[in-house]
Nanobody, 120 residues
Framework: VQLQASGGGLVQAGGSLRLSCAAS?????MGWFLQAPGKEREFVAA????????YYGDSVKGRFTISRDNDKNTVYLQMNSLKPEDTAVYYC?????????????????WGQGTLVTVSS
């Protein structure tokens, strides 16, 4: 499967953005990760194929919401109350086995990333 992330941009602190990840076909468990300059890629959120169960990294709980539209093969990340420290490239990825959804090594397919810049 091929993944295409979009929706990034420049936003002021406190603002909102919605990222989209369009897949070329059916996907299973999906996740979002971020990578800030000079730092390792880290877990943001994940959603299971069945029942839509969601998981979040501690830094985004209560501010970000992951959702999916299986008919459109698209996963979304609604980001509210953005902070300058949220500035990063955001990647979507697929975890076909549904194991350790917070672990980037469990993800097989990755999108190209979309840049989110939050100004103070």
């Amino acid at each position: 499967v091929q993944l295409q992330a979009s929706g990034g941009g420049l936003v002021q602190a406190g603002g909102s953005l919605r990222l989209s990840c369009a897949a070329s076909g059916r996907t299973f468990n999906m996740g979002w990760f971020l990578q800030a300059p000079g730092k390792e890629r880290e877990f943001v959120a994940a959603i299971r194929w069945s029942a839509g169960i969601t998981y979040y990294g501690d830094s985004v709980k209560g501010r970000f919401t992951i959702s999916r539209d299986n008919d459109k093969n698209t996963v979304y990340l609604q980001m509210n109350s953005l902070k300058p420290e949220d500035t990063a490239v955001y990647y979507c990825a697929e975890n076909p086995r549904g194991m350790r959804l917070w672990q980037l090594t469990e993800y097989d397919a990755w999108g190209q990333g979309t840049l989110v810049t939050v100004s103070s």
